[in-house]
């Protein structure tokens, strides 16, 4: 606090995420949805009694709060400004900081552009992985997005989206390639891949497409912060879903578990579940090949194609 009464950078929150030129919209409304649980709790109030400074039902403004929280949506400004004045935030600047932040939040993420093909569930993960700094990934079906060709990606996407018009799956392809840009950023997260055996003989698109996938692979390992291993198929520790654990440097961002299936997809946060997939990868990685013997299997596997 300075001498003035007034709250110092160091003693407000909000500052540090302001200044994160990194954080995208999701990783800004959950940072808000932090502060306004914490701002709540401070207060002593419940979702219920916090529900009471809006007009309307308890039930519905109770979901709101909840949802604002969680970092499910935006918080326009006449809502945040309610809840700031029924948690007792007084200070001009830190309310300044909040409304700040709100706006930051809402502002339309990168991948908008691709808006009209990218499903609802999958739009969280898509934000959130240009953050991470750690993205731990186990595939059985497919290679990771993330390494993917071009022709790979539209062989599998082809599969999964049978009825999308070619103007869409195009789309949907050239995301992914999009995606895979932060493979060469300066901040890159660090990309620790386990893949299943069997989808690196899969071949999807037919055997030049594999081919041409397997030398990606072969480029791609040499990257210093990717790191893929081939869980063998004799390993005895294999799983029939994807699972994709993302970590962060910020410590009010929760590292998520993402586990994706063909129409849908599950995000958890909580500890157990975090600590329950963390065992699962970590048994992955430790019954899959190391990644210094990866170029070799897949220079075995170039071998035996045809």
Known sequence: MTATG????????????????????????????VQLRRLRRESGFSLEQAAKCFDGTVNAARTKIQRLEHGDTGCQEDVLAKLLDH??????????????LASRAAVQPWWYEYNEVVEKWFRRHIDLER???????????????????EAYAR???????????????????????????ILTHEDTPR????VDEGTLRREWGGQAVLREQLEHLLRIVELPRVSIQVAPGRSPVTGNHPISLLQFTE????????LEQFSNAVYHHKQNHLDQ??????????????PEETPAFLEKLLAQLP
């Open 251 to 258: 410590p009010d961002l929760p590292d998520l578990v993402y």
């Open 87 to 100: 948690y007792g935030v007084t200070d001009a600047e830190e309310r300044d900081d909040y409304l700040e």
């Open 131 to 149: 953050e991470a700094h750690t993205i731990r990934t186990y595939e059985v079906h497919f290679i990771p997005g993330l390494l993917q060709t």
């Open 6 to 33: 007034r709250p110092d950078a160091e003693s407000r929150p909000v500052q540090r995420y302001l200044q994160q030129q990194k954080a995208g919209q999701t990783s800004l409304r959950i940072l808000l949805g």
């Open 155 to 181: 062989a599998v996407t082809e599969f999964g989206y049978p009825h999308l018009p070619a103007r869409k799956i195009e789309r949907l392809v050239e995301l992914r390639m999009v995606r895979q840009e």
């Open 277 to 290: 997939y963390t065992m699962i990868m970590d048994r992955l990685s430790a019954e899959a090949l190391d």
């Open 191 to 194: 990309l620790w891949c386990v």
